[in-house]
């Protein structure tokens, strides 16, 4: 087969892009669209570096294809924050030195923000397991898992404060 | 890792899905989650013309309980079996079982059905469904039949279902008592070095129904009577676990690989049913 129209609502916005139906979503986000936050980190659904949010899922961008993800409304760490105003979650890993190298950290606050929306209170442990499909090679998770933590006292404390 | 070109179809019903698998004969599979078979077809080692895509099928995607009985859709995540309570008031172990597969992106994308249908031997739910002794409705061209888990799966990659048939839904009963689902695995996200999955009722401190299946420990599921047997009319003391354990790793036929060597297996196994045996009675 030819190419086919992939439509997908991208942070917001409605593109269209021409692809194979083989083509994976990672590849059509960076290559197609520029869309260059995810990244490809071991191409083989293990790593997470990947991680996009698509319909109000994490999910590995490397293993959706772009035929598969047509008509999806698709967030990436572009959709988060921006360099004036950056998200809680990028805040706080910069604060708490959540990443070193910075290769996995678009996919680890990507899937860390649908982590908080579905458990705004989350233990130690949960966020844990809850971050599990997403490898680090530099920072031991340490302060990974402390930067989540603070984000989440920092968006109740928000919350509580508009109340 | 780039597959081979195929042709994509997002047919929106079951009849319509049957209907291209027919008209396309070999060349054609179905796509559920994809988190098996994309990685296979990266790989190359799954080749295909035409990719029918079961997402837009929404009779796949519900959960229904209707008195003791449970039906779940093919479509159905990983995720929504953790996340359904009705599901966990009927069979709690669904959910211990599900918690233990891969890792989040992966259980909000993978389904039942893909992982019962899919036949590797690393896949959990196929042991699972054994233990609940759960039923599989496929439908083809000509018409649907019913097929017990407990004998569906010939060898690794060989099931009942025919190549023109579509798994629609998975049925049990609900189960009361006690349950267990142990997994050994080198790291989280791994498949099983070796699983065990236990269903056990007591009544006045006997066993009165025992239920067990083992997963990656030969190229099927492992679903041995005897050691049911070796529980049932017991008062689940340790010889009688110690003689279900010896019945276990004695059906299991465990490979060499990566995840280590056939006596180490065996050991392992030997160990999940144990625990998963102990923590079903204390909860039974
Ligand atoms: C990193 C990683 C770790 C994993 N770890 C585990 C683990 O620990 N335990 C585990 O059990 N699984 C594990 N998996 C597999 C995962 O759970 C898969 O999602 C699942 O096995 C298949 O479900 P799917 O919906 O993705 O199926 P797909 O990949 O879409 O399909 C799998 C196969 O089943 C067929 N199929 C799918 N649906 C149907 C249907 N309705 N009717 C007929 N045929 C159908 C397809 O044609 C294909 O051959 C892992 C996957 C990854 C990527
Ligand atoms: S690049 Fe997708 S999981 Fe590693
Ligand atoms: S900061 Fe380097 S991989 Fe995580």
Redesign the interface.
Same mark, same amino acid.
């Given at each position: 087969m030819g190419k086919m129209h992939v439509k997908l609502t991208v942070n917001g916005k409605q593109v269209e892009t021409l692809a194979e139906p083989r083509e994976l979503l990672i590849h059509v986000l960076r290559e197609n669209l520029n869309i260059t936050g995810p990244h490809i980190g071991c191409e083989t659904s293990h790593c997470g570096a990947c991680t996009v949010d698509m319909g109000g899922k994490s999910v590995k961008s490397c293993t959706v294809f772009a035929a598969q993800a047509n008509g999806a409304d698709i967030t990436t760490i572009e959709g988060l924050g921006t360099p004036d105003g950056l998200h809680v979650l990028q805040e706080m890993f910069k604060e708490h030195h959540g990443l070193q190298c910075g290769f996995c950290t678009p996919g680890m606050i990507t899937r860390a923000y649908r982590l908080l929306q579905e458990n705004p209170d989350p233990t130690e442990e949960e966020v844990r397991f809850g971050m599990a499909g997403n490898l680090c090679r530099c920072t031991g998770y340490q302060n990974i898992v402390k930067a989540i933590m603070a984000a989440a006292a920092e968006m109740n404390a928000v919350k509580e404060a508009a109340q | +890792? *780039?597959? !081979?070109?195929?042709?994509?179809h997002?047919p929106d019903s079951v009849g319509a899905a049957v209907k291209l698998l027919v008209d396309f004969g070999d060349g054609a599979r179905v *796509?559920a989650g !994809?988190?098996s078979l *994309?990685?296979m +077809?990266?790989l190359r080692m799954a080749d295909l013309d035409h990719?029918i895509?079961l997402?837009g099928i929404n009779d796949l995607k519900s959960i229904t309980v209707s008195g003791a009985n449970v039906t779940i859709g093919a479509m159905v995540t990983q995720?929504e079996l953790i996340a359904n309570e009705a599901l966990f008031s009927m069979a709690p172990i669904v959910r211990e079982a599900a918690l233990q597969i891969?890792?989040?992106?992966?259980r909000?994308?993978g389904t039942l059905g893909g992982n019962v249908a899919n036949g590797d031997p690393g896949n959990d739910m196929p042991g699972l469904m054994q233990c609940l002794d759960a039923s599989y409705t496929v439908v083809g061209p000509n018409g649907s039949r019913d097929i017990a888990a407990r004998s569906f799966y010939e060898a690794a990659y060989f099931t009942e279902r025919q190549d023109d048939e579509i798994l629609t839904s998975i049925s049990f009963k609900s189960k009361k008592g006690g349950y267990a689902y142990e997994k050994q695995k080198r790291k *989280?996200?791994d498949y099983a070095t070796a699983a065990s999955a236990v269903l056990i009722e007591k009544d006045g401190g006997n066993c009165t129904a025992a239920s067990i299946a083992m997963t990656n420990l030969s190229d099927t599921p492992v679903c041995p009577q005897e050691a049911a047997a070796a529980l049932i009319g017991t008062a689940l003391d340790e010889a009688s676990i110690s003689a279900a354990v010896t019945a276990a790793v004695n059906a299991i036929d465990p490979a060499e690989d990566n995840r280590g060597p056939v006596e180490f297996k065996k050991y392992v196994a030997g160990i999940m049913l144990r625990r998963a045996i102990e923590r079903a009675t204390a909860r039974a």
């Open positions: - | +890792m *780039i597959p !081979g070109s195929f042709d994509y997002r *796509i !994809g988190h *994309i990685p +077809m990266k990719l895509d997402q995720h891969a890792d989040p992106q992966v909000y994308v *989280i996200g």
